[in-house]
């Protein structure tokens, strides 16, 4: 008697009567399901936003103080110098100081800084580049500042926010300006009694404003 050949199962029967994929079948099928979806998944979100800017005068004001006056000391704050990434012309307040060789030279009142700004406001000093102020001039920046301390020369509360000693620049400090108020930046300079009459040199720093 011959065998019957072998047949493919027959799926069973849904109880609806319909009948149902084996499950190699739904393992095949959810395997090409998952595998498709990321290359059909491309969605795009997108924001829309409009700036306007509108220019106004500077609200952190620094402005020549007494010391000015004197031929010793001057104070420019319409120089401009080009930011060499925007290419545009920013003011650059340029102070100018005497030392005298073997002197302390003090100029108490000689920046006044001002908060317009609206709110209270930090100012933090840092150094900018190299400085080439001779190595026998020790050259220091204060603001006046209630939560400072004394130094030498100068009357009442003062924070350090740049000094320049061997030739070399330090600074980091941040004062809090409160609005509406002004506060006096000032000048010390010491010149060793053998500097050399006639060494000149400068430094540059950035004045960096956080208003609250």
């Known amino acids: 008697m011959t065998e019957p050949l072998p047949t493919e199962p027959t799926p069973p029967a849904a109880e609806d009567g319909g009948s149902r994929l084996s499950t190699p079948w739904i393992v095949t099928i959810v395997v090409a399901l998952v595998f498709a979806v990321p290359a059909a998944a491309a969605v795009l979100i997108e924001n829309l936003f409009r700036g306007d ?9 620094a402005a020549a103080g007494s010391d000015a006056e004197s031929t010793l ?8 110098v080009t930011d060499p990434d925007s290419g545009v012309a920013l003011v650059e307040q340029r102070l100018s100081a005497t030392a005298m060789a073997g002197d302390r030279v003090v100029y108490a009142d000689a920046v006044s800084l001002g908060n317009d700004c609206g709110g209270s406001i930090a100012v933090a ?4 580049g ?7 001039v020790v050259l220091r920046l204060l603001v006046e500042d209630p939560s400072g301390g004394t130094v ?3 009357p009442g509360s003062w924070t350090e926010v ?18 509406g108020e ?9 010149a060793a009694a053998d500097a050399e009459v006639g060494a000149a040199g400068e430094v540059a720093w ?7």
Do not use: H, K, N, Q
């Open 206 to 212: 950035v004045a960096t404003v956080a208003v609250d």
């Open 53 to 61: 800017v509108e220019v106004a005068d500077s609200c952190f004001v």
């Open 130 to 136: 190299e400085p080439t102020v001779p190595a026998s």
């Open 125 to 128: 000093f840092a150094p900018s």
């Open 152 to 154: 030498g020369g100068l």
């Open 73 to 80: 000391f001057t104070f420019d704050a319409t120089a401009t």
């Open 182 to 190: 002004t506060r006096t930046l000032a000048v010390v300079a010491d």
């Open 162 to 179: 740049l000094a320049v000693a061997d030739g070399s620049a330090a600074g980091g400090a941040t004062v809090a300006i409160a609005d």
